[in-house]
Structure formats: C-alpha cells, structure tokens
C-alpha cells in the first residue's frame, strides 16, 4: 500500500510540475522550458537551422527568442531573429514558458503567476507548439489549424518567404529592446517607409521624403500591403518596390533585418559555419539616416573608412556621453533680442526638416532677417540649386536643429543663431560606437538566497508540493475551463474596452445611428456635412458629423482621419472616432456645450474679457497647427463656424476636413487643385496665382477677430454669400474690400485710439471694454489681413503679442 501511495504521489508530481529537456521541434500541451535550462529546453527545426529557447540579453535577464543555429556553437553573439518578450526581459531564476492544457501559450516571471507575455489562443482544441524548418514559431492545432505564430509579429527581422509586418529595429547593438527605427507600410499612402520615431520628434527618411510617390517608383493605388523577401534573395511589395541580392541565388541562409543604426539590410550566409555578408542595402551613406546623431548635431560619413562621426555644432555640447541619440544641449541661453544674435557659417550642411516655412528666391540678408524676427529661429539653411540654367536660391528658418549631416555634395550652408559676446569652440568628432548607442544592457536587481537544504529536506519538499498538487488539480481544471470561455466571451469585449482606452475608436454605422436616435438631432450644417448630437455607449456626450462626400474612397478616408488624429491640443478639437461603412463617412467628436463662436456673437453673450480670450486660444491652436506638429497642417477654413467654445468658454478649433496636410521642409509643391475655404475669409493668394502658406491662415483669423471686436460680418458687408464656395476673383475681391476697408478707413479717421476704438467696436458691449487690449487685439487683427502674405505675422508671433498683454 505504501509503495503504491509513493507511486501514485510521483505521478501527481510529474502532472503538476511538468518539465521538457528535449531539442525536438514540438512542444506539447502541459509542458515547459525552464530558462535554467538553457543548453536542454531549446526547440530546433527539423533542418537544424533554426533554434528557439531562453536567450540571456544582460545581467540575470532572458528573453524567448529564435536564432540561426552556428557551428561551432557560439551561444553569446547568436543571430537573433525572433523575440517574444523583447521589452520586459525575465529573471534568470524560475521562469518559464508554458503550453497549457487550454492551449495558450504563456512566459511567466520568477513565481509563475506573473505573465509577462501570452498568446492568448485558448480553445478546446489539442495543440503543439512546432518550430519550423522557415524559423516560424507555430502554435498547430491537430486539425492543422494555426492557432498563433511569430511571423506574425516580427521583431526586427524578415525571413525568407515571411509577409511584411512592422519592423522596429533594437534599441542598440547589445540591447535587443524596442528602439527608434520602424519598416512598414504607410497607413495613409500604401508604400513602404522607412521611419525615424524618436523620444522628441520623428520623421519619415526613407524613401526621400520630399519625392513625390510616383518620382520615388511607388505606386499607392494598392492598398493590399503586402511585401515578401524570397529564398533567391528577390524582394518585392505591392507599392512596386522591389530590389534583388547581389548574390541572387540558391543560398541557404538569408534574412532582411532593420539594424539599430536604422538602416535595412539583406544578409546572407552560405552554411552554418560562415560569416554573413550584406548582399543589400538601402542606404550607403548613413548620415542620411535621420536621428542617428541627436538634435544639434552632426553627422560626418567618410566613404573610404565606411566609419561614421558625430559632433555637437558649435555652442552645444552633449546631454549624455553614453548616448548619442539623445543630441546636444546650447551651451547659452537664448535670446529673442535680433540685436544681441550673430550668426555662423557651417557649410555644406544640412538639417532636414522642422523649418518655419520655405522662402524660394531670398537673398542671403534677407533670409538672416527673416530669422532674426523669429524668436525661436534657431538658425537657417540656405541652399541653392540649377533649374534651366538658372540658380534657384532658398531659405528654410529653423526651429529646430536634426537630422543633421554635412557632405561636400550637398550644396547648402546652415547659419548658426548664437549670442553676439559668446565665444564658441568647435568641439572634437566623437566615433560613433556600438556601445555608445544605448548598448547598456538590462539588469534585473534581484537576487535569490542559495538553498542549504540536503536532499531529504528537498525530497518532503517535492512531496508536500505532489500532495498539495493533487487537491488543486480539480481546482485547476475546473477554473482553466470557466477562464477559457470567459476569454472567448469577453475578447470581443476586451478589444472594444482597449480602443476606448485610447481614445480613438472605428464605430459601426449602426451603433451611430443608435447614439443619435436615428440622427434626430441636428445641431449643425455646412457644406462639409451635417453634425447631429449623439450619446455613445459609455454615456458621453458626442458630436457626430456625417460627411457629404459619401463617395469618398475608404483609403482618401483614413487618410484625413490619421491627419486629425495626429494632433493633440487644449485649443483643437478631440476626435474620438470614426465611421467607414460602405459608402457612410463619419466622424466622431467630442460635444462643446456652447457651440460655435458665430452662435454666441449673434446672442451677444460674450463681454471683452471673454473675446480676448478666444482670439488667444484659436491663435494658440493654429500655431500648433502651423509650427508644433510634425507634419504642417493648413486649415484653410477658418470662420467663427468653426471655432466652437467649450462649458467655460475655452474655444476649440474644429473641422479639419479642408485641411492640407504637408510634410516640414516640403513647400516646394505649395498649389492647392482649387479654391478653398468661406467667402469673406478667403486670402488674396487663392486668386492671385501666389503660393498656398500658413499665411492664409493668418488672414483668416484676422477677419475673424475684426468680426468679434466689430460685431459685423464679413459676408454681409458687402454682398450676402453662401458658404464654402470655389469664388471666383472678383466676387473673393469684393467681399475682401467690405469689413477690412470699413475698419481700416475708421482708425485713418482718427490717431486716437480711444476715439476709433469707439466707432469700430461692437455697440452690444455698450463701452464696457479694456481699450488697450482691445486696441492691441485690433492693431493685430489688421496686421494678419494684409494684402501681402508676407506682411502678416506668424500665428507664433500672434501669440506671443496678445500673451504679452494678457
């Protein structure tokens, strides 16, 4: 009776505390491999080419990865290709990856009850978990069915005949953590980018980002998104973009990896035993590589040595001498005072991107001036190039200084903003190491006490854990079971709840109807669509606009939609959501309580203090637009319909869908295919053939301001219009010369303030108004309406004027 009891308490061990040593490529349901067991629990494809186990990545940290299998074995630089849990390594005591009977596929941390990462397949079916002759790990029903596998969810790799997901390159050589650099498809456009992600800015490098699709060889008119490498070393994606190894062939081993530098590159190796080669890459000089140095600094590229340097610009020295990608910091402090600024030369340099805007045809003075009325002008590129025979030269004021590099091909100069008394000192180039990349690895401060105990002690303690297996064994089933079915019927659930969580949802058509009672409730119209209100599921209060372009393709959809969801501002307008239903376009806002700003004019709520106000905040959101976002985003429909005022009066631009949406340091292609925008806040450019800027913007928001400090319309001054309308020039000239001329021909009247403040401000204030700000707002105001765009003020300046006088 005893020795049955033994045998029978060593089989409940054996089911409650499973172990798998095998190298086979199976791992079955109910087993694990231990990360104390690295040479033992490891998976290898039947080929013997790939294998997948515990990989130590630092000081007591692993993660579960797949690598090229090496002869001899070099378990210390394996070539990585697949990792699961690249961003929360675990502890080198105790953890485990586990099939359960439920078939989802866990990693569990030290005691085994924190998940680090799963699957997520539970189901009834009975399943192993394969690595396959490709180097894919699969999750396999005994039906065949794929329940899970890590193509697809790439780290940084692409193996051969493997579809495209994105790619996101480590965080340095030694650091296999997410890091700066990402390959994938565009989401507005359909083609493959290369793009830079960094901790204060990104940007797209790769194709060059001032080619249009079609100069690049792409093509966007597929929007099936897929790219494949195959075994012969030929790539080719569904935007047209194709290359071929230069040793294209029957080779054994390839792989297409995004490295730490941000490059992509094509590997290949014959056996085992060799050493793999770069048969392709996108980029030969890496300079061109935007952020590989930090912001204000520079990137120098020698083409014999193949090594490149980095070195702060003068007056900036580093912020952190582990890591270049963090850049350089200004030595001085800056100043707005243009007579206290000098600037200098650096030549054949060039830092692409985050400009004030680009001026072709200025004179080199005029660019330097240009600057010094910008406070935040950091400095500027002057670069010129032959069109025709003919030397075309052009200015970009920088607010910003990155993705620096300089070349003795690039025909430009970059003007250096310093302090006048400030002495400076070219600092020494600094090679640009692996390890001075963010290499440091990552360590795990936790330590565990050595066991004393002999092996008796360890014998009853394998015995007590067989007798408290076998009473929770039933437990343990019975709640596996009751979690599975409530995975399954809350998943649905669970991603519903995520998206809210974020913020930015894709509603059903019917779900819209429902929130707004079968659209019953309009609460505005324009030419855009119609806007009803609308109470969602989680009880919050929605503004639900219906767009009237129901022909408009999914694709054009998405791509507005990624416009407005990519800013983020106190003064704009939060979507939360949208609609992309067949031929039904919405989108989904959040519901200002008091409307629009034409509303409260005409119901003559407003005092003084609270139209100062919104003049300040509708500037403050229009110069994020114009300036802080990553991309320039003209609105080119600014009116006092779409400027609406939250429970305390706080206004909110809205009504991105005439927007254009430019990349920085790409204004060279400034024509708009019509004209756009509302009769009586139309800029002269729409008419005189002058190129499209944030200018017109700025003429917007003048008329706008003279119509809250007015009380008049510039629709009715001089002929009463419809609504967005493609005007013609003389009816856009007729309505231009009304309020402007009326306001203008009053202050002439008159160098009082005092006096022509009375005759022009809105009689329903009755007087009771501060005339300095109010005469500030006006001089303002009359300043953004000018006739020559290059007259009026940036919506940057605009802000810094009223806020020195709030």
């Known amino acids: 009776m005893a020795t049955f009891m033994f045998i029978f308490y060593a089989l409940s061990l054996a089911i409650t505390c499973p172990f798998s040593s095998s190298n ?5 349901a109910g087993s694990s491999l231990s990360v104390e067991k690295l040479n033992a629990d490891v998976l290898t494809s039947p080929n013997g080419v790939f294998s997948a186990g515990f990989h130590p990545v630092g000081e007591n940290a692993y993660c579960f990865a797949v690598w090229f299998n090496d002869e001899p074995p070099n378990n210390k630089n394996r070539t990585i290709v697949w990792i699961a849990n690249r961003d929360q390594p675990v502890n080198g005591k105790r953890s485990k990856l586990s099939l359960l009977t439920t078939n989802n596929l866990i990693l569990t941390d030290v005691t085994g009850q924190n998940i680090v990462w799963a699957t997520r397949t539970a189901s009834n079916a009975v399943a192993q978990l394969k690595l396959r002759n490709s180097g894919n790990v699969v999750l396999l029903t005994s039906d065949k069915e794929i329940l899970w596998q890590s193509f697809d969810s790439p780290t940084d790799t692409l193996l051969p005949e493997q579809p495209l997901k994105k790619l996101v390159s480590s965080r340095s050589q030694g650091n296999f953590s997410s890091g700066f650099y990402q390959f994938h498809f565009d989401s507005t456009d359909n083609l493959l980018r290369l793009l830079y992600n960094g901790i204060e800015h990104s940007s797209v490098y790769w194709p060059p980002p001032w080619l249009v699709s079609w100069d690049a060889g792409r093509s966007t008119y597929d929007n099936s998104k897929l790219a494949m490498l195959d075994s012969l070393g030929n790539f080719s994606s569904s935007d047209d973009f194709t290359f071929m190894s230069a040793d294209y062939g029957a080779k054994s081993q390839r792989r297409l990896k995004i490295d730490y530098d941000g ?63 963090k850049g350089c910091e200004p030595e001085f402090k800056p100043s707005c005072d243009k007579n206290e600024s000098k600037f200098l030369r650096l030549m054949n340099t060039e830092f692409y991107g985050f400009d004030y805007g680009f001026f072709p045809n200025y004179t080199l003075r005029a660019c330097q001036d240009l600057c010094l009325n910008l406070c935040k002008c950091v400095g500027y590129q002057y670069s010129y190039f032959k069109v025709r025979d003919k030397f075309s030269f052009n200015c970009y004021p920088k607010m910003s200084l990155v993705n620096g590099y300089q070349s003795s091909t690039f025909f430009g100069d970059v003007y250096l903003r310093l302090p006048k008394n400030y002495s400076y000192s070219y600092p020494a180039d600094n090679e640009l190491r692996c390890s001075k990349n963010g290499s440091t690895r990552v360590l795990l401060p936790r330590t565990y006490p050595k066991s004393r105990a002999n092996d008796l002690v360890k014998f009853i303690l394998w015995f007590i854990c067989g007798v408290g297996g076998i009473e929770m064994v039933c437990f343990l089933l019975v709640w596996c079971f009751l979690l599975s079915k409530s995975e399954q019927d809350s998943g649905a659930d669970m991603r519903e709840y995520l998206l809210a969580a974020t913020g930015f949802k894709r509603f059903s058509f019917s779900e819209l109807k429902k929130a707004t009672q079968n659209f019953s409730k309009e609460i505005g119209r324009g030419a855009g669509g119609i806007v009803y209100q609308g109470v969602l599921l989680d009880s919050r209060v929605a503004a639900i606009k ?21 800013v983020n501002h106190m003064n704009l307008i939060e979507m939360w959501g949208y609609c992309a239903e067949g031929k039904h376009r919405l989108l989904v806002y959040e519901y200002l309580e008091h409307g629009s700003l034409s509303e409260n004019l005409s119901r003559n709520v407003l005092d003084w203090k609270m139209r100062f106000e919104i003049a300040l905040g509708t500037a403050r959101g229009l110069a994020y637009l ?58 002269p450019e729409w008419v005189t053939n002058q190129p499209i800027t944030s200018k017109v913007d700025v003429y917007s928001y003048g008329i706008v301001v003279l119509e809250m400090l007015t009380g008049k319309s510039s629709t009715t001054c001089v002929v009463h219009a419809n609504n967005n309308i493609e005007g013609t020039e003389e009816s856009t000239v007729e309505n231009r010369s009304g309020l402007v001329k009326w306001v203008r021909e009053k202050v002439y009247e008159s160098s009082e303030r005092e006096t022509w403040l009375g005759q022009v401000m809105d009689p329903l204030m009755q007087g009771d108004y501060d005339s300095e700000k109010m005469g500030i707002l006006m001089e303002v105001a009359l300043k953004c309406v000018e006739e020559e765009k290059d007259a009026r003020p940036t919506m940057s300046q605009v802000v810094e004027i009223l806020q020195g006088h709030d």
């Open 626 to 683: 114009h300036e802080e976002c990553l991309e320039w985003i003209l609105h080119c429909d600014v009116k006092p319909h779409n400027i609406l005022l939250g429970s305390d009066f706080k206004p909110k631009v809205a009504d991105f869908g005439m927007s254009k949406l430019l990349m920085r340091g790409e204004l060279k292609d400034q024509n708009f295919s019509r004209i756009r925008g509302t009769r009586g806040y139309m800029a």
């Open 263 to 325: 490059n992509l590159r094509l590997y290949t190796r014959s056996n085992a035993s060799g050493g793999w080669i770069v048969s392709w890459q996108a980029f030969t000089d890496s300079c061109k590589i935007h952020g590989i140095c930090g912001a204000n600094s520079l990137c120098r590229y020698n083409r014999h040595s193949g090594i490149r340097k980095c070195s702060c610009i003068p007056g900036y020295k580093m912020r952190d001498h582990t890591d270049w990608s």
């Open 546 to 566: 219906k767009l009237s372009d129901a022909c408009q393709g999914e694709a054009e959809f998405l791509a507005e939609v990624n416009t407005i969801g990519r």
């Open 24 to 28: 086979s490529d199976t791992l079955s």
